[in-house]
């Protein structure tokens, strides 16, 4: 099984919208019993909260559906998980930091490293701006998620 762990500041935007989109994805493509995902945050400060209200109603327009509960990426989560997904070079960094020996490194990755349309380097925060900011987040993650599923496949599953 390769377990997929997204992950974004807080927890409520970003890495839960990651989650969703790569589980519909998995969902279409019959690897349920193959992949496995979830979504974590660097910081603490949402930790028991549902996804944002604003990233559920978007999310939802698209057919997502946003089910996780913010928690914090735990030391655990490098043993864990195959790929840790970044959203972003702050977050990335925040992460590389947690893998004081760099035993992980190789696991964790930036969300748009994926991207197979989209040239942006992070996936922005949403959360101080407006309604479109929620609407280039799931174009962001659509696009990328789609390129890591690719990746996945070829690299992991194929050669199983």
């Not at 890495?15 to 945050?41: H, Q, T, Y």
């Not at 043993?79 to 840790?84: D, L, T």
């Not at 309604?131 to 050669?159: M, S």
Request: hydrophobic share 40%.
């Amino acid at each position: 099984m390769i377990k997929i762990l997204f992950v974004c500041l807080g927890n409520i935007c970003r890495s839960p919208s990651g989650e969703a989109v790569m589980n519909a994805l998995i969902e279409r493509n019959n690897l349920r019993d193959r992949i496995a995902c979830d979504s974590a945050g660097t910081i603490a400060y949402h930790t028991g909260e549902p996804a944002d209200a604003r990233m559920q109603k978007h999310a939802i327009k698209r057919g997502y559906n946003l089910t996780s509960i913010a928690r914090q990426i735990k030391l655990n989560d490098f043993e864990r998980f195959n790929y840790i997904i970044a959203m972003d070079r702050d977050n990335y960094r925040n992460i590389l930091a947690l893998d004081v020996e760099g035993k992980y490194k190789d696991k964790v990755k930036l969300m748009m490293d994926f991207a197979i349309e989209h040239s942006d380097n992070d996936v922005p925060d949403p959360y101080y701006g407006g309604e479109q900011g929620f609407e280039y987040v799931l174009d962001l993650l659509e696009d990328a998620c789609l390129g890591l599923l690719k990746h996945i496949v070829k690299l992991d599953l194929e050669q199983k």
